[in-house]
């Protein structure tokens, strides 16, 4: 399975953008997809996760502003990023996690939030 980021961009401090993550394949088996970033010189970091069974997790930092969502019929998942802020700015990963296959990644989309 090939994941494919998209949907990055340069956005004002206060606006928001939607993220997708297209998969090759069904989505169905992965038993968790993520959306993880890495801002430079710092270490990657999760941002948002989706359980097979539908709950979300996210961390203190982006609660309340990132909605991630998925939509089965079209192997995609979402990032909602709303009340963007400069700390924002990053490269966004799309993380699909398999019990029996492990870990599948996809490229980066880059997020610029300027001021």
């Known amino acids: 399975v090939q994941l494919q980021a998209s949907g990055g961009g340069l956005v004002h401090a206060g606006g928001s953008l939607r993220l997708s993550c297209a998969a090759s394949g069904s989505i169905f088996s992965f038993n968790a997809m993520s959306w993880y970033r890495q801002a430079p010189g710092k270490q990657r970091e999760l941002v948002a996760v989706i359980y097979s069974g539908g709950s979300t997790n996210y961390p203190d930092s982006v609660k309340g502003r990132f909605s991630i969502s998925r939509a089965s019929a079209k192997n995609t998942v979402y990032l909602q990023m709303n009340s963007l802020k400069l700390e924002d700015t990053a490269v966004y990963y799309c993380?699909?996690?398999?019990?029996?296959?492990?870990?599948?990644w996809g490229q980066g989309t880059l997020v610029t939030v300027s001021s």
């Open positions: 993380r699909g996690w398999e019990l029996t296959r492990g870990e599948f």
